[in-house]
C-alpha cells in the first residue's frame, strides 16, 4: 500500500543560464519549458507564504491591533447600517 507524502510536489531549482534547454526565464531565473509552469506555482505559494508571515507579524504590532480594532468596528457599523439603512 503506498502513503502519499505530505511533501509537496517536488521542488523545481533553476538552471544554469548557459544550459541550452533552460530557455524559459520565470522572475529572473531560468528553467526547461516543462519546469515553467510548477516553478510559477512554486514560487507563487511562496509568495502567498510570505505575505501571510509578515501580515500576521503585522498583526502584532500595536498599529496592526489597532487597525484591527478599527477595521472590525468600522465591519459592525456598516452591517448595522445595512440592517437600519434609515439609522444614518
Given amino acids: ?3 502519499k507524502s505530505s511533501q509537496p510536489e517536488n521542488i523545481i531549482r533553476p538552471r544554469d543560464h548557459r544550459d541550452p534547454r533552460a530557455t524559459v526565464n520565470v ?3 531560468w528553467y526547461y519549458p516543462e519546469e515553467a509552469e510548477q516553478a ?3 514560487n507563487a505559494a511562496r509568495r502567498a ?4 508571515k509578515m501580515h500576521d507579524q503585522w498583526l502584532q504590532t500595536a498599529g496592526g ?3 484591527m480594532e478599527f477595521y472590525e468596528a468600522f465591519q459592525e457599523y456598516k452591517a448595522y447600517l445595512e440592517q437600519n439603512p434609515h439609522a444614518w
Wanted: one cysteine or more; glycine letters at 6%.
Fill in 27 to 29: 522572475n529572473g531565473a
Fill in 65 to 67: 491591533k489597532l487597525c
Fill in 49 to 52: 507564504a510570505h505575505e501571510q
Fill in 1 to 3: 500500500m503506498e502513503e
Fill in 40 to 42: 510559477e506555482r512554486q
